[in-house]
């Protein structure tokens, strides 16, 4: 995945398989990778669950009290994506869920206003990622 040099990004979550990045201008984007079986169409239903030792918990790729406001299967580059807008309290989230095999990728962007134009700004850099990513599994 590619993004502008004015992007850091840093490995996250338990497992060291999540990607978090921030601008410069303090946008934040989030990389979840999740195993789901979901066909793509169905891909923000997937819950996906870890084991490890005695421990077992579960991660949504959205959480049950978002509010959906558009949900749609588009074409980015050569990959077909569902992209969800949601809000949640007095934000709004938008996500792009890809599947390459099993792993579910969900690119998630939280923003105060669709509208504003750091926001608009911020998601034609999300669908440049999205058009750059490549799989090695």
């Known amino acids: 995945m590619a993004l502008p ?6 490995i996250a979550g338990v497992a060291a398989t999540n990607l978090s990045c921030v601008s410069e201008s303090n946008q934040r984007i989030f990389l979840q990778l999740l195993v789901s079986e ?6 923000d ?10 421990g077992k918990w579960s991660v949504r790729a959205v959480e049950p009290g978002e509010k959906k406001i558009s949900r749609e299967l588009v074409t980015i580059g050569d990959k077909q994506v569902l992209k969800l807008l949601t809000s949640q309290k007095e934000s709004f989230i938008l996500r792009y869920f890809i599947k390459n095999g099993d792993y579910l990728y969900v690119l998630r962007f939280e923003m105060k206003d669709p509208d504003d134009q750091e926001s ?7 669908e440049e990622a999205v058009q750059s990513m490549r799989f090695l599994r």
């Open 120 to 126: 608009k700004k911020t998601v034609i850099v999300l």
């Open 38 to 43: 979901l066909p793509i169409t169905e891909a």
């Open 5 to 10: 040099d004015n992007w850091f990004c840093q």
């Open 45 to 54: 239903q997937a819950v996906s669950v870890f084991q490890e030792g005695e």
